[in-house]
């Protein structure tokens, strides 16, 4: 079963706009990471929040969590036509197998 | 550094067959994980091997199985094929647990017809 939940599902941008991609989770976690995949292909790791952590910063992404609302969020600054691919958020749950547990992913088409 | 290898990247195969897909992590990375991605599902966990010892199981059928070498290369077998098993299968490294960074592969797309 699904851990992490996306939303939107899908989303339609801009190049230069920026997107927002968020993601609600269940149990508590230790850490919550995003992934990036272009069709079709493997997963990229993008960047990892531990619990303890609020905010974090990559380059043009931005993620935030919020362990008392269970969510987190993936912004992209500035998005470009080559950021147009799948993003997934993947959770590890505190004290659990520490398996990492994926959502259904958000879509992100980013139009030239 | 070589990044995750799986072979081959695509197969087609029929119903009741059985198939096995390979999977070299990266060196030095001792977790190979393997997931189950189709549009339904998104990405489903089955299993995760860490020297050569199955440490985690996903809630597949038995028809699934793994294993890992002493080199941390890790094989997937899947067992009387049906049409349900068409998916892109991912194999992930890591260096020692799962909860962590993965580095995925490129995937193996099996075909069941």
């Known amino acids: 079963s699904q851990q992490g939940e996306e939303d939107p599902q899908a989303l339609s941008i801009q190049e230069g706009e920026n997107a927002t991609m968020n993601c609600s989770y269940k149990?508590?976690?230790?850490?919550l990471q995003w992934y990036r995949q272009n069709s079709g292909r493997g997963l990229v790791h993008l960047i990892l929040?531990?619990?303890?952590?609020r905010e974090k910063h990559s380059g043009r992404l931005r993620v935030t969590l919020d362990t008392s609302k269970k969510s987190s969020s993936l912004l992209i600054t500035a998005s470009r036509a080559a950021d147009t691919a799948s993003y997934f958020c993947?959770?590890?749950?505190?004290?659990?197998?520490?398996?990492?547990?994926f959502g259904k992913g958000t879509k992100l088409t980013v139009n030239p | 550094k070589a990044g995750v290898t799986q072979t081959p990247r695509y197969l087609i195969k029929t119903r009741g067959q059985q198939v096995t897909l390979s999977c070299s992590p990266i060196?030095?990375?001792?977790?190979v994980s393997w997931y189950q991605q189709t549009p339904g599902q998104g990405l489903q966990f089955l299993f995760e091997?860490?020297?050569?010892?199955?440490?985690n199981k996903g809630n597949f059928p038995g028809r699934f199985s793994g294993r890992q070498f002493s080199n941390s290369r890790s094989e997937m077998n899947v067992s009387t094929l049906e049409l349900g098993d068409s998916a892109l299968y991912l194999c992930?490294?890591?260096?020692?647990?799962?909860?962590?960074?993965?580095?995925f592969g490129s995937g193996t797309q099996l075909s069941v017809l």
């Open positions: 929040i531990r619990s303890n952590e």
């Open positions: 993947a959770t590890a749950a505190q004290g659990g197998s520490e398996k990492l547990v």
């Open positions: 149990t508590s976690i230790n850490n």
């Open positions: 060196s030095g990375h001792r977790s």
């Open positions: 091997y860490f020297s050569e010892t199955q440490r």
């Open positions: 992930a490294s890591s260096l020692d647990r799962q909860g962590e960074k993965l580095f």
